[in-house]
T-cell receptor, first 115, second 110 residues
């Protein structure tokens, strides 16, 4: 079974702090994704990566950056956290090619609260 | 713009059949995926339709009509454990970006 893990289930940070969210997958997947999930809005893509050191912006990249130094690890960085970044953050991975986007495996999520 | 529309809530009785619709407003979508998410859990992949027609996986079936920009998820022999949110998701041509609908909350009553 694919296993995607995220570094924290719950995180509370103060406005202006730098926040790191870590995601690790154990299936040697090429594609990795970061989403945020808010009530009534579904999942919105922040960034994705299709290979080590490669990244592309999703639909809502503002205020976020990512890092993928190793194939199994994809990090989401909030350079200066703001209250409107309070959300559930979900990491996902998928295999190579198009199938990696239509069949994704999700981690348990990190509930981030910025105060 | 690119969006997928699905009903916000559906209620059905245990043992019944329920259909969750998804319509999309875009060109350039290839295929439609469905995910299930229980409260407090991660979304889990259910099915994918690359071509028009019906795909069946046990009690769940998914349908796609690309000419109508429409798909649905059909759940048969509903069980209480099927109470969850269901998301349709479209893959966009030319890349790996996936766009999700806002989700349909399914309530299964005894």
């Amino acid at each position: 079974d694919v296993k995607v893990t995220q570094s924290s289930r719950y995180l509370v940070k103060r406005t202006g702090e730098k926040v790191f969210l870590e995601c690790v997958q154990d299936m040697d997947h090429e594609n990795m994704f970061w989403y945020r999930q808010d009530p009534g809005l579904g999942l919105r893509l922040i960034y994705f990566s299709y290979d080590v050191k490669m990244k592309e912006k999703g639909d809502i990249p503002e205020g976020y950056s990512v890092s993928r130094e190793k194939k199994e690890r994809f990090s989401l960085i909030l350079e200066s956290a703001s209250t409107n970044q309070t959300s559930m953050y979900l990491c996902a991975s998928g295999g190579a090619g198009a199938s990696g986007s239509y069949e994704q495996y999700f981690g348990p999520g990190t509930r981030l609260t910025v105060t | 713009g690119q969006s997928l529309e699905q009903p916000s809530e559906v209620t059905a009785v245990e043992g019944a059949i329920v259909q969750i619709n998804c319509t999309y407003q875009t060109s350039g979508f290839y295929g439609l995926s469905w995910y299930q998410q229980h409260d407090g859990g991660a979304p889990t992949f259910l099915s994918y339709n690359a071509l028009d027609g019906l795909e069946e996986t046990g009690r769940f079936s998914s349908f796609l009509s690309r000419s109508d920009s429409y798909g649905y998820l059909l759940l048969q022999e509903l069980q209480m454990k099927d109470s969850a949110s269901y998301f349709c998701a479209g893959g966009r041509t030319g890349g790996f970006k996936t766009i999700f609908g806002a989700g349909t909350r399914l309530f299964v009553k005894a």
